[in-house]
Nanobody, 120 residues
Framework: QVNLVESGGGLVQPGGSLRLSCAAS????????MGWYRQAPGKQRELVAT???????NYADSVKDRFAISRDYAKSTVYLQMNKVKPEDTAVYYC??????????????WGEGTLVTVSS
């Protein structure tokens, strides 16, 4: 199976920046969707930013103009640049990818999550 490994989480002060990375292990023939979700304590998991199948980007309204998603297909890696972070950005951030693998088409996978804490 494909494994997604996130990195880059940690403690950051309000107004600061952080960059998350997520790399997929071998297994994808083609990656169609790459994105980030987050789950704050006591809340449901929500979309943060994603590349769609058509290559468009979608952002949650709460992170527009502050966060930027990017990708490197050659490395099967997706990034999330987080700028001007706020305490309400505190959450576990999950990487999500969908694509065609040796085990089937349009297979979806999640990373284990990386904790981002925004606090002074």
């Amino acid at each position: 199976q494909v494994n997604l490994v996130e990195s880059g989480g940690g403690l950051v002060q309000p107004g600061g920046s952080l960059r998350l990375s997520c790399a997929a292990s071998r297994g994808f023939y083609r990656i169609n969707v790459m994105g980030w979700y987050r789950q704050a304590p006591g809340k449901q998991r929500e979309l943060v930013a994603t590349f769609t199948k058509t290559g468009d980007t979608n952002y949650a309204d709460s992170v527009k103009d502050r966060f930027a998603i990017s990708r490197d297909y050659a490395k099967s890696t997706v990034y999330l640049q987080m700028n001007k972070v706020k305490p309400e950005d505190t959450a576990v951030y999950y990487c999500h990818m969908e694509g065609d693998t040796e085990w089937g088409y349009d297979m979806g996978y999640w990373g284990e999550g990386t904790l981002v804490t925004v606090s002074s």
